[in-house]
C-alpha cells in the first residue's frame, strides 16, 4: 500500500520574489524537498505595500491594502501560482500587507496585517 499524498501549506515570511532573489531562499530549498517526496507544498509569503504620507493618509493606504488583500482572498481562483516567482516552480500565494506605521498602530504593524491577510 502507497503513503497518501500529503498536503502541507509552508507560511513563510520569507520567500524568494521578483523583487528579492534571495529572501527565504532556505525555505524555497526546504518546500522543495516535500515537493521532492512526493508532497503536495504550497506556500503563501507576503509583499509588503509600504505606508507613505501623512497620518491619515497612510491610515487611508493601509485600509486600501487591507481591502486588497480580502478581495483576493475572498476570490481564491488561481490565488496560488506557480509562476508567482519563477525559479521555483512553487505555487505561491503572494498576500499584500501594509507595512508602516498609522496613528492607530503607532509600531510597525506587518504581523498584525499578516494575521489580517490570512
Known amino acids: 500500500m502507497t503513503d497518501p ?3 502541507v501549506l ?11 532573489a534571495v529572501a527565504g531562499r532556505f525555505v524555497a530549498d526546504q518546500v522543495s524537498a ?3 517526496v512526493g508532497c503536495r507544498a504550497r506556500v503563501i509569503s507576503f509583499d509588503p505595500a509600504g505606508l507613505v504620507g501623512s497620518g491619515p493618509f497612510r491610515a487611508r493606504l493601509a485600509a486600501q491594502v487591507d ?10 481562483v488561481g490565488t496560488f501560482s506557480p509562476s508567482a516567482y519563477e525559479a521555483t516552480g512553487i505555487p505561491t500565494a503572494r498576500l499584500p ?16 496585517h499578516r494575521g489580517d491577510a490570512l
Do not use: C, K, Y
Not at 97 to 112: C, Q, S
Open 97 to 112: 500587507i501594509a507595512n508602516g506605521r498609522t496613528p492607530r498602530d503607532p509600531v510597525l504593524h506587518a504581523l498584525r
Open 10 to 20: 509552508v507560511i513563510a515570511s520569507w520567500f524568494p520574489s521578483i523583487s528579492d
Open 67 to 76: 481591502w486588497f488583500a480580502e478581495q483576493s482572498g475572498a476570490h481564491a
Open 34 to 36: 516535500l515537493r521532492q
Open 5 to 7: 499524498v500529503r498536503d
